[in-house]
T-cell receptor, first 114, second 114 residues
Framework: GAGVSQSPSNKVTEKGKDVELRCDPI?????LYWYRQRLGQGLEFLIY????????KSGLPSDRFSAERTGESVSTLTIQRTQQEDSAVYLC????????????FGEGSWLTVV | AQSVTQLGSHVSVSEGALVLLRCNYS??????LFWYVQYPNQGLQLLLK??????LVKGINGFEAEFKKSETSFHLTKPSAHMSDAAEYFC????????????FGKGTSLLVTP
């Protein structure tokens, strides 16, 4: 596609429920990133995928968070047993693998846990 | 790991005045530095980036930034602010510990007054 596509754009869920967020990167981009942006705050790195290499999960805040990516295509971020502090915008981004290459962001999935 | 610090969470300028948004970095290796802009209810858009070469980098919408190694700075400037420049601005540096993921500053909210 022309840009990074994320779905759903908005999600309201009850505390304790699981949610799945989807990201469709730019075609040909081998690197894919997930970030979290809480209201009024900066972006927190969550996880990074590069091709078929093991993902860098160093930013995941707890074991309730997980992500998968099949090859160089779609990725899903799953949050289990959601808590109110999980409310945030979850941003997906993709890039080519090259130092200094531009990272392109999707418009985000707004998650509200009530 | 590389990091950036943005000085001033809120900056207010008059329309037509100089815009100066400050960013200092910390890096043990030559950094790749970026400025992103986030307009209300939109995703992040790259303004400009520095990788190698010329230290004065020009970006979109009349913005530019200068990489100053001696000052470990990468401040963003624009000679004359427009109302449409009101947005959140994020400075970022490549996190070499996480592939090509970016470490973001906390952001600076720019307000432009008539």
């Amino acid at each position: 596609g022309a840009g990074v596509s994320q779905s759903p754009s908005n999600k309201v869920t009850e505390k304790g429920k699981d949610v799945e967020l989807r990201c469709d990167p730019i075609s040909g981009h081998t690197a894919l990133y997930w970030y979290r942006q809480r209201l009024g705050q900066g972006l927190e790195f969550l996880i990074y995928f590069q091709g078929n290499s093991a993902p860098d999960k160093s930013g995941l805040p707890s074991d309730r968070f997980s992500a998968e990516r099949t090859g160089e295509s779609v990725s899903t971020l799953t949050i289990q047993r959601t808590q109110q502090e999980d409310s945030a915008v979850y941003l997906c981004a993709s890039s080519l693998i090259k130092g200094g290459n531009t990272i392109y962001f999707g418009e985000g999935s707004w998650l509200t846990v009530v | 790991a590389q990091s950036v610090t943005q000085l001033g969470s809120h900056v207010s300028v008059s329309e037509g005045a100089l815009v100066l948004l400050r960013c200092n970095y910390s890096s043990s290796v030559p950094p790749y530095l970026f400025w992103y802009v986030q307009y209300p209810n939109q995703g992040l858009q790259l303004l400009l980036k520095y990788t190698t070469g010329a230290t004065l980098v020009k970006g979109i919408n009349g913005f530019e930034a200068e990489f100053k190694k001696s000052e470990t700075s990468f401040h963003l400037t624009k000679p004359s602010a427009h109302m449409s420049d009101a947005a959140e601005y994020f400075c970022a540096v490549i996190n070499s510990n996480s592939g090509y993921a970016l470490n973001f500053g906390k952001g600076t909210s720019l307000l432009v007054t008539p």
